[in-house]
């Protein structure tokens, strides 16, 4: 597996790259997967887990272009980068619900299931097949003992845990710390969280410093009134 600090800095460099050499193919990127995908501060660190590497990925609109210069073997590659072609997925069942009888949603009504990954992250419509693909056979639970009872009865499904261990029904069970510190999901969820109070303060700073003005304007009004008795006494 490669280290995600490696991939998050080839795909900053190509894409730094192609801003200034290739503007057909810069004007095909729709960001990083983590740019693509919303949640909730409280389960971005579940949603970094079930994505894994995958957060760091080059989402693109129309990969003809970059496909073209990749055979052509002048793509000008620094490093080994993952780009996700929103051209070349599958579309149809993006945004379809599972249906009912779906022994998958049976899992919702199992204890200790806090729901399908793809129930907590929202996005737009035009990356729903992303989301599908990434998340679409991702559910979390609350413990390892769940997610081991779990995976041995749901082939080819994934369970991430509350204290961040990933289970498959394949045997893998990846736990401990990411070398990498908060993954970039959780990063993203913060600035945004972070912005939106700045926003918010910044409105509520105008709104005082309107209050205020207009004190001090009733302020004036009111002592060029006493004034005005004073004189006349």
């Known amino acids: 597996v490669a280290d995600a ?17 290739d503007r057909e193919l810069a004007g095909s990127v729709c960001g990083l997967v ?31 272009p970059w496909l073209n210069q990749l055979r052509r073997g ?7 980068v993952c780009l996700l072609c929103l051209d070349q997925l599958w579309t149809k069942t993006a945004s379809e619900p599972l249906p ?13 299931v806090l729901g399908a990954a793809e129930d907590f992250v929202q996005t ?7 989301r599908r693909l990434l998340l679409g056979k991702t559910w979390f639970v609350e413990s390892l003992e769940t997610a081991l009872s779990l995976a041995r009865d749901h082939l080819g499904l994934r369970f991430v845990t509350l204290s961040g261990e990933l289970v ?9 710390q990411r070398s990498s510190g908060v993954g970039l999901v959780s990063r993203r969820t913060e600035l945004r969280n972070l912005t939106h109070s700045i926003a918010e303060w ?6 005082l410093q309107d209050a205020i003005a207009k004190g001090e ?13 004073e004189e006349q006494r």
Do not use: M
């Open 100 to 112: 009912p009888e779906s022994p998958y949603l049976r899992l919702r009504e199992e204890t200790g």
């Open 202 to 207: 910044d409105h509520q700073l105008r709104e």
């Open 34 to 64: 983590a740019d693509l995908l919303q949640t909730e501060l409280q389960v971005a660190l579940l949603v970094d887990v079930a994505l894994g590497e995958a957060a760091e990925w080059i989402v693109l609109r129309d990969s003809i």
């Open 74 to 80: 002048c793509a000008a590659l620094n490093g080994r």
């Open 217 to 229: 304007h009733r302020l004036r009004d009111a002592e060029a009134h006493v004034a005005a008795v």
């Open 5 to 21: 600090g490696a991939v998050a800095f080839l795909a900053k460099d190509f894409l730094q790259r192609i801003q200034t050499t």
């Open 168 to 176: 498959t029904s394949e045997g893998l069970v990846v736990a401990g």
């Open 124 to 130: 737009e419509e035009e990356f729903l097949p992303v």
